[in-house]
């Protein structure tokens, strides 16, 4: 057996509840620029929204930013950013139902791209997008590694 060695080291953090997710997802907003994509994976339940609403927050969304399951994709709009993209590719079989949806074309925009679920979509990805996984560690706590930042 190999060990496989990430390309990068990630950075961790543990959140002892959904108020310290949300305060994290603002402090990694303070790295993302136009055109940033952002994917945040981890199973039902672990903390992704929370994540996101923080990073919303920071971004200037005053909406309330909810999932979007069913319609796939929310643009929501800030005076900080020229759009704001919140994916959830959970009911994507693949690539080509996310391509067919215009998901390359919002990928190519300046906006800022989050994208829950994205292994659903793995191959759509860029190579630089900011990766987040989210382990569930106890009934409020949660760890959290994000690849692709130097700091935050």
């Given at each position: 057996?190999?060990?496989?060695?990430?390309?990068?080291?990630?950075?961790?953090?543990?959140?002892?509840?959904?108020?310290?997710?949300?305060?994290?997802?603002?402090?990694?907003?303070?790295?993302?620029?136009?055109?940033?994509?952002?994917?945040?994976?981890?199973?039902?339940?672990c903390?992704?929204?929370?994540?996101?609403?923080?990073?919303?927050?920071?971004?200037?969304?005053?909406?309330?930013?909810?999932?979007?399951?069913?319609?796939?994709?929310?643009?929501?709009?800030?005076?900080?950013?020229?759009?704001?993209?919140?994916?959830?590719?959970?009911?994507?079989?693949?690539?080509?139902?996310?391509?067919?949806?215009?998901?390359?074309?919002?990928?190519?925009?300046?906006?800022?791209?989050?994208i829950?679920?994205?292994?659903?979509?793995?191959?759509?990805?860029?190579?630089?997008?900011?990766?987040?996984?989210?382990s569930?560690?106890?009934?409020?706590?949660?760890?959290?590694?994000?690849?692709?930042?130097?700091?935050?």
């Open positions: 057996m190999s060990l496989i060695q990430p390309a990068e080291c990630p950075l961790n953090f543990l959140s002892n509840s959904p108020e310290e997710t949300f305060n994290l997802g603002k402090r990694i907003a303070l790295s993302l620029s136009n055109g940033s994509v952002l994917t945040l994976d981890g199973v039902l339940g903390g992704k929204t929370s994540l996101a609403k923080g990073i919303a927050s920071a971004l200037g969304i005053t909406e309330n930013l909810t999932s979007p399951t069913y319609t796939i994709i929310n643009e929501y709009e800030s005076e900080n950013i020229p759009a704001f993209y919140h994916i959830d590719a959970y009911r994507l079989k693949d690539e080509k139902e996310f391509e067919e949806i215009g998901g390359d074309e919002i990928l190519n925009s300046r906006g800022i791209c989050l829950e679920w994205s292994l659903n979509i793995i191959k759509s990805i860029p190579e630089n997008a900011i990766k987040v996984f989210i569930i560690t106890g009934s409020e706590s949660r760890e959290i590694s994000v690849f692709g930042l130097d700091s935050i």
